[in-house]
């Protein structure tokens, strides 16, 4: 498809499990974005990408947590021994940012993966 | 304190009315801003861009203030379709595209 894609859209674990959430962004687009969406809460920052390297990791809350993004393209959130408080929407956006000829640098969402942690 | 930072509200104002949300920022090297909309259960998607000049949108005007980081939107004639949680961004500073989401403030507009 044209958009962000997210996976798994749903993800029931329990505690002390391992992770992982996929973003497939739109083609072309050399930023993205992962941020945690909390009930009520405003989209939390975790940490960007600008092609294959992470530009900014300030938003990661503990050492549990790790993205990648080896080729540029596709993403990946890994989450080690989930928590409860872990429990949120993770939300995945992209942008052409950074593109030669780039207009408001938009950031696309994805429709998120909602992770429950028993 | 948060980076970004907004009325959560509820604001409930009737069919027609005019509605302003504020935001302010504490980053000084932001260089970007945004006003996003979210719907129940959905993602946020872009409503507008934020300039000094202000900037308007059909019903909808931004403003921004830089000497007292200040940002405010402005909604007239709302529409029962206004409901919505509209959210302040900021971006950038040191040479980055950061992009930092308020907590958004929640609009409820009744027939």
């Known amino acids: 498809g044209a958009g962000v894609s997210q996976t798994p859209s749903n993800k029931v674990t329990e505690k002390g499990k391992y992770v992982e959430l996929r973003c497939d962004p739109i083609?072309?687009?050399?930023?993205l974005y992962w941020y945690r969406q909390s009930l009520g809460q405003g989209p939390e920052f975790l940490i960007y990408?600008?092609?294959?390297?992470?530009?900014?990791d300030s938003g990661l809350p503990n050492d549990r947590f790790f993205a990648v993004r080896p080729e540029g393209s596709v993403s990946t959130l890994k989450i080690q021994r989930t928590e409860r408080g872990d429990s949120a929407v993770y939300l995945c956006?992209?942008?052409?940012?950074?593109?030669?000829?780039?207009?408001?640098?938009?950031?696309?969402f994805g429709e998120g993966s909602r992770l429950t942690v028993l | 304190r948060k980076e970004v930072e907004q009325d959560p509200g509820p604001f409930n104002v009737p069919e027609g009315a005019t509605v302003a949300f504020n935001c302010t920022y504490s980053?000084?090297?932001?260089?970007?801003f945004f006003w996003y909309r979210q719907d129940c259960r959905k993602e946020p998607k872009l409503l507008m861009s934020?300039?000094?000049s202000g900037n308007e949108d059909g019903r909808f005007t931004a403003q921004l203030n830089r000497a007292s980081q200040y940002i405010s939107l402005l909604i007239r004639d709302s529409k029962l379709s206004d409901s919505a949680t509209y959210l302040c961004?900021?971006?950038?500073?040191?040479?980055?595209?950061?992009?930092?989401f308020g907590a958004g403030t929640r609009l409820f507009v009744k027939a």
């Open positions: 934020v300039y000094s």
């Open positions: 956006a992209s942008s052409g940012l950074g593109l030669a000829g780039a207009n408001t640098g938009e950031l696309f």
């Open positions: 083609s072309g687009h050399t930023a």
């Open positions: 990408f600008q092609g294959t390297g992470a530009a900014d």
């Open positions: 961004v900021s971006r950038g500073g040191t040479g980055g595209f950061k992009t930092i």
């Open positions: 980053n000084s090297a932001s260089q970007s």
